[in-house]
């Protein structure tokens, strides 16, 4: 499976931005997704992640109530929209696919795509 995200870009504090993740390779309407991200220096930090109807949607608590993960199964693409952006949110974000077991653990995930990164200004 091969992950390509976009969407990614700079964009002021309030602002919002939809990231995209289209998988090739395989379908993976059967596997949870997800996001994480990372800035220099720290480990990778979950995000979200949906399970494979959509019925399930997991946030961190920072981007509890501003961001929302949803995926079109037909379209073989997991999405993320990101609302009221502050300054902390600014990361390279990765898009994931497969988790084996926790899905909040990224070393759970089998694919990562190459990550997009997104700036907010303050």
């Known amino acids: 499976v091969q992950l390509q995200a976009s969407g990614g870009g700079l964009v002021q504090a309030g602002g919002s931005l939809r990231l995209s993740c289209a998988a090739s390779?395989?379908?993976?309407?059967?596997?949870?997704m997800g996001w994480f991200r990372q800035v220099p220096g720290k480990e990778r930090e979950f995000v979200a992640a949906?399970?494979?109807?959509?019925?399930?949607?997991h946030y961190t608590d920072s981007v509890e109530g501003r961001f929302t993960i949803s995926r079109d199964n037909a379209k073989n693409t997991v999405y993320l929209q990101m609302n009221s952006l502050k300054p902390e949110d600014t990361a390279v974000y990765f898009c994931?696919?497969?988790?084996?077991?926790?899905?909040?653990?990224?070393?759970?995930?089998?694919?990562w795509g190459q990550g997009t990164l997104v700036t907010v200004s303050s």
């Open positions: 390779g395989r379908t993976v309407s059967s596997s949870v």
């Open positions: 994931v696919a497969e988790a084996r077991w926790d899905l909040y653990s990224a070393r759970a995930y089998q694919y």
């Open positions: 949906i399970t494979p109807s959509g019925s399930r949607l």
